[in-house]
């Protein structure tokens, strides 16, 4: 397990290095100067001579690009302050520290990943158990015709959708918006829901589908039958054998949908006008602003690559029979 672990992470080390060098240098592929987006409208050459020595960008590529990979294990010195590791650089657009803006918008791009990964896994595994459990029956052809719906449907549609019926026709909740969960549990739940349930609506689909096609498969597998020919009840070898049984791919789907995850997130932010870290993208994007970039990148990389690394440890856990080398 322990070289598994650490061979996993170089390999997400190395990964994280060239998603950082891809990025650093299509920057710089753009004719725009990122300096006059600091300077301003009324921007003097002695002002972004200025700006360019402040922000180390009077310095070739290659120069650049190393002293931003040093800064971020050791921290680096700039005009309005010292960034202290892990230093991600300071803003073309606003002159802040990157990692402070990245932290600071996380709470809120955390709690909807995660609550749209609780909603979707609830809901999705719960449906496709119930559908190999009917199956064949109007209750699997129910959850099978729903599923299929539901996963053509698109979080920029379904968000205006569901903001004019519930929001602004009936007024049955209120519009979307974050509350720290410290200060306001209630109104952290009540502000995150819609965003919940509209950014869950496509992976619950998938998953229900998902469930019942792996469940099915369980159902079928000898030791399952063994079970039921030495006289276990139905439901016991359903949930003790089958049930397990049939994670192991799940999990396996999960650990590659974290991606998808944080894309669905993004959406969601923008379709909701909510500021999170999906939202910080478009807008360091729009901006060129080039820290922010690829601080949001290296960011979600890393999360996205450790929670990778956790699926491929707990498919030993789920299932004893494999066995990481």
Request: proline share 5%.
């Amino acid at each position: 397990m322990l070289r598994f672990l650490l061979r996993r992470t170089l390999g997400a080390v190395l990964i994280l290095f060239l998603i950082s060098a891809f990025t650093f240098f299509m920057f710089f592929a753009i004719p725009q100067d990122p300096a006059l987006l600091a300077c301003g409208k009324n921007c003097t050459p002695d002002a972004l001579a200025v700006i360019h020595k402040n922000l180390g960008l009077d310095q070739p590529v290659p120069v650049q690009f190393w002293n931003y990979v040093v800064g971020v294990f050791a921290g680096r010195d700039f005009s309005v302050g010292h960034c202290a590791a892990p230093c991600f650089g300071v803003s073309f657009n606003n002159q802040q520290m990157v990692w402070d803006t990245l932290i600071d918008r996380l709470p809120l791009t955390v709690s909807l990943s995660l609550g749209g990964l609780v909603v979707f896994l609830f809901v999705g595994l719960a449906a496709g158990m119930i559908a190999a459990w009917r199956r064949g029956t109007a209750v699997d052809k129910i959850f099978s015709g729903g599923s299929l719906v539901l996963s053509s449907l698109q979080i920029y549609f379904l968000g205006p959708v569901v903001l004019g019926i519930f929001v602004y026709s009936t007024g049955w909740l209120d519009r979307p918006k974050y509350v720290p969960f410290s200060e306001n549990p209630a109104g952290w739940f009540m502000g995150m829901l819609i965003p919940w349930l509209v950014m869950s609506v496509i992976f619950t689909a998938n998953y229900t589908r998902m469930a019942r096609s792996t469940m099915i498969e369980q159902l079928q597998e000898e030791h399952v039958r063994a079970a039921r020919a030495k006289g276990m009840s139905g439901r016991y070898v359903f949930f003790r054998y089958a049930w397990r049984g049939s994670l192991i791919p799940i999990v396996t789907i999960l650990g590659m949908d974290l991606g998808a995850l944080f894309g669905g997130a993004m959406v969601t932010e923008i379709t909701f006008d909510l500021a999170g870290i999906g939202r910080l993208a478009s807008q360091s994007v729009l901006n060129k602003d080039l820290p922010l970039t690829m601080g949001v990148m290296v960011f979600s990389a890393a999360l996205i690559l450790l929670f990778n690394i956790i699926v491929d440890a707990l498919y030993a856990v789920i299932d004893p029979r494999v066995r990481l080398s």
